[in-house]
């Protein structure tokens, strides 16, 4: 199966709304509503922001949320801070039984 | 402490077969699946495969299959990936990470194991 597609890089200003897509296929983003989106700081482990395209984890910022409309998810990060700024990546389940990554978005926090 | 902790980096020669491991605590372990992603340096997260530990169900990524094997011992609540013969390509940072019942997500990541493939 191939990447998920998600842009390089997005940026924003604090305070500032930045949405980031992922675009997938009816064998994953578009077959099933699990999709999950993660967070990765420069030299950290990855951290999960958001599960089944809509659901945060106990502990994460409501200024995150996700959504999702056919063959494409996104993330919306409202309010950008500048902690914000890491590389988030998009997952979904797939008609095999796997997953799949998207490649990955660059934020900047200007 | 809910935490999965894998064991340390390694250097090998192409060639070389390498074990690593992934050991659970602090939850039950035969109770969520355990997954692996690649990241090569510079690289994006790849999904390579995962394992129930209950019953060692697997199933792999196409891009991994063949190449990868991932096994577990639930008796020590491990998981573990491993290779019969490195390539240098396999040079990269290793995670293991809990996949609550479904499988869907990855909602706890280890530490992550570097591999570092040279001759």
């Known amino acids: 199966q191939s990447a998920l597609t998600q842009p390089a890089s997005v940026s924003g200003s604090p305070g500032q709304s930045i949405t980031i897509s992922c675009a997938g296929t009816?064998?994953?983003?578009?077959?099933?509503?699990?999709v999950s989106w993660y967070q990765q700081h420069p030299g950290k482990t990855p951290k999960l922001m958001i599960y089944?395209?809509?659901n945060r984890p106990s502990g994460v910022s409501n200024r995150f949320s996700g959504s999702k409309s056919g063959n494409t998810a996104s993330l919306t990060i409202s309010g950008l801070q500048a902690e914000d700024e890491a590389d988030y990546y998009c997952?979904?389940?797939?008609?095999?039984?796997?997953?799949?990554f998207g490649g990955g978005t660059k934020l900047t926090v200007l | 402490e809910v935490q999965l902790v894998q064991s340390g980096a390694e250097v090998k020669k192409p060639g070389e077969s390498l074990k690593i491991s992934c050991k659970g605590f602090g939850y039950r372990f035969t109770s969520y699946w355990i997954g692996w992603v690649r990241q090569m340096p510079g690289k994006g997260l790849e999904w390579m495969g995962i394992i129930f530990p209950d019953d060692s169900d697997t199933r792999y990524s196409p891009s991994f299959q063949g190449q990868v094997t991932i096994s577990a011992d639930k008796s020590i609540s491990t998981a573990y990936l491993q290779w019969s013969s490195l390539k240098a390509s396999d040079a990269a940072m290793y995670y293991c990470?809990?996949?609550?019942?479904?499988?869907?997500?990855?909602?706890?990541w280890g530490q992550g194991a570097l591999v570092t493939v040279s001759s």
């Open positions: 089944d395209v809509s």
């Open positions: 009816s064998s994953d983003v578009g077959g099933f509503d699990y």
């Open positions: 997952s979904s389940y797939t008609t095999s039984h796997t997953g799949v």
């Open positions: 990470a809990r996949l609550p019942l479904g499988p869907y997500h990855f909602d706890l």
